[in-house]
């Protein structure tokens, strides 16, 4: 079981940028598909992106619009989200999910397909 832990969040202005990275633990990180999801209070947990192993494949919420970049380096078992041109309505907990087996970039994406999380960090975004 890999273990995940976020960091990156804040407060931002509308219209900035945020880099959130998450960092696993262990030897294998290049074994598992990466992923990134939030949960605004009230709302349910939301699908933002998610990269293959190898970072060849990647998969957007049909939200992002271009926005939000997803990428990883297996070197330093790290995976990030690169956020621009934030606005109010992504204020919410940001989640790193893995998992071994999921490798469908091209269909719907849910929290159900990842097996491991981190505990979350907070992106606020002023308007």
């Known amino acids: 079981q890999v273990q995940l832990a976020e960091s990156g969040g804040g407060l931002v202005q509308a219209g900035g940028s945020l880099r959130l990275s998450c960092a696993a633990s262990g030897r294998t990180f290049s074994r598992y598909a990466m992923g990134w999801f939030r949960q605004a209070p009230g709302k349910e947990r939301e699908f933002v992106a998610a990269i293959s192993r190898s970072g060849g494949s990647t998969s957007y919420g049909d939200f992002v619009k271009g926005r939000f970049t997803i990428s990883r380096d297996n070197a330093k078992n790290t995976v990030y989200l690169q956020m621009n041109s934030l606005k109010p309505e992504d204020t919410a907990v940001y989640y790193c999910?893995?998992?071994?087996?999921?490798?469908?970039?091209?269909?719907?994406?849910?929290?159900?397909?990842?097996?491991?999380w981190g505990q979350g960090t907070q992106v606020t975004v002023s308007s």
């Open positions: 999910a893995a998992d071994r087996f999921f490798n469908s970039y091209s269909d719907y994406v849910g929290p159900a397909h990842f097996g491991s």
